[in-house]
């Protein structure tokens, strides 16, 4: 009993000698003195001990650039740590369902490679800076994080070759699965002075909900399009064999209203992958739209929508809106984007297509007719998908999402009938099928669909027999 508290009075005294040293330390040795003592003593640990010590700073020298290493060795352990360290730090972010566990500072971790054992400790230390940005400029202390791996000096060879080539890939592979995907605008030509501020591309975070499962769309067609999405994300060596920049172009055309933004939304979502949405219009001309492309990530969707709208890109409207235009308008004019189609067709065509990975590019249009067939031809735009209006296997997918049901046995024989005679866009039918109040079941949205349809139905007969009526009278009147 009194040896239990001899060593308990002795092991406290000794903490509180270390502790008092220890602030003593601190406080009187000045910042620049504590860097050489601790040199020191880490050269002389170096000398006694057979352990090499591998440092990952989380940020740069000049504290400016996140490293990757850094961010992929911490996605890495995450997995680990949460198994085996005893404390964690619990993060979420803004948009992530769950809360993402990760080691605690001045915690340590155990991994085995190929049967050799080595360590990986966080840890943070504050770091002297001078606040330039102030009136008075003062010191002030930042904190730096890094990690550090350990291991025994015999394992150099295969852990500095092998062991972090694993690490860093496995960590990247967890952070772009795990990571919060974006929704990128570019910003207008009048805010390029403000590039190097903020870069070229505004972002929010890309929360869309469309899946392929809410799509409504032809089942066969839907996948057929999964399929192609995900041999493309998995051709990394295929298109490296035939010699093929790694991207794939991708047509949605079809009427307003029939799902194409939709489409692209929920390409993302199974993908993963970020969107770029490319407004050319405000692209000053065709060099800026290649540092533009040129700025886009690898695993992304780069969205032109409506295309044939976006640019004149024959030249012809441009000389007649040249023309047309008086002086008055001359600044408009110097307004105008200069992007032209081999420009286009350059940007996303050109050397720069097999930089920063793998990306789809996907242009929109209502009128398929209208585009330049260089710019849709096989081998640009890969796929050409034709989104259509709203047949009955669409249907039975937007009455699932937005009602809840699978059949209706009054009322799904009579809707089978009128979607295939009336061209009803999807964005129409899911507006009939919403119900507008608490009341309104879903008997009563069937119903205003089957109203809506047979009002639709008796419209285009009504144009059709005034077509058919012109046609008769401009051949009475040619003979
Ligand atoms: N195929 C579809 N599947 C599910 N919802 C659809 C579909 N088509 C349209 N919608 C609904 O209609 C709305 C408008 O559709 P969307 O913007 O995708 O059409 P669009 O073809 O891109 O139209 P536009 O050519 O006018 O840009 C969507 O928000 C969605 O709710």
Redesign the pocket.
Same mark, same amino acid.
């Given at each position: 009993m009194l040896e239990t508290g001899t060593t308990w009075g002795f092991t406290g005294t000794t903490m509180t000698s270390l502790m008092f040293f220890w602030a003593m330390y601190k406080q009187i040795f000045p910042y620049h003195l504590q860097v050489y003592i601790e040199r020191y003593v880490y050269k002389l640990m170096g000398w006694v001990s057979s352990s090499v010590h591998i440092k990952f700073n989380e940020y740069s020298e000049e504290g400016l650039e996140k490293s990757e290493a850094y961010d992929s060795i911490h996605n890495y352990l995450s997995t680990k740590s949460t198994a085996l360290a005893k404390r964690l730090k619990a993060n979420k972010s803004r948009n992530s369902r769950s809360l993402v566990l990760s080691l605690d500072d001045h915690e340590e971790v155990e991994d085995v490679f190929e049967g050799v054992k080595v360590k990986w400790s966080s840890s943070v230390s504050e770091n002297e800076n001078l606040n330039q940005s102030s009136m008075n400029r003062h010191k002030v202390y930042v904190e730096r994080r890094y990690m550090t791996l350990s291991f025994h000096s015999r394992h150099r060879e295969m852990i500095t070759k092998t062991y972090l080539d694993h690490v860093l890939r496995e960590g990247k592979e967890i952070g772009l699965k795990k990571r919060e995907r974006k929704l990128y605008t570019n910003k207008s030509s009048n805010e390029w002075c403000s590039w190097r501020l903020g870069g070229k591309w505004s972002n929010v975070s890309f929360d869309h909900p469309a899946t392929f499962e *809410?799509?409504?769309?032809d089942p066969e067609k839907k996948e057929e399009i999964k399929k192609d999405l995900v041999k493309f994300s998995k051709g990394k060596d295929y298109y490296r064999k035939v010699g093929k920049p790694w991207k794939r172009g991708y047509l949605l055309y %079809?009427p !307003? %209203? +029939? %799902?194409?933004? +939709?489409m692209i939304s929920a390409m993302a979502n199974f993908l993963g992958y970020d969107v770029y949405d490319l407004e050319l219009t405000t692209v000053a001309d065709n060099s800026e739209l290649k540092k533009l492309m040129l700025d886009t990530k690898g695993k992304s969707i780069v969205v032109i929508?409506d295309i044939d709208c976006s640019l004149d890109l024959t030249g012809q409207r441009k000389i007649k809106k040249e023309q047309d235009k008086d002086v008055e308008d001359e600044e408009e004019k110097k307004k105008q984007s200069k992007v032209t189609l081999s420009g286009l067709l350059n940007a996303i065509d050109g050397l720069w297509s097999a930089c920063s990975g793998e990306k789809i590019i996907v242009f *929109?249009t209502?009128f398929v007719d209208n585009l330049d067939p260089a710019l849709i031809r096989r081998g640009r735009m890969d796929s050409h998908i034709e989104?259509s209006y709203c047949r009955f296997e669409?249907f039975k997918v937007?009455a699932k999402n937005y009602l809840g049901i699978e059949s209706h046995d009054d009322l799904y024989g009579e809707i089978k009938r009128l979607v295939e005679e009336v061209n009803m866009? !999807? /964005?129409d039918v /899911?507006e009939n099928l919403m119900p507008k109040s608490d009341e309104e079941d879903a008997e009563v949205c069937l119903k205003r669909l089957v109203k809506s349809l047979e009002e639709e139905k008796k419209l285009a007969e009504k144009e059709e027999k005034k077509e058919v009526r012109k046609k008769k009278k401009k051949a009475e009147e040619r003979h």
């Open positions: *809410t799509l409504a769309m %079809g !307003p %209203g +029939t %799902g194409k933004s +939709t929508e *929109t209502n989104m669409a937007l866009s !999807p /964005a /899911a």
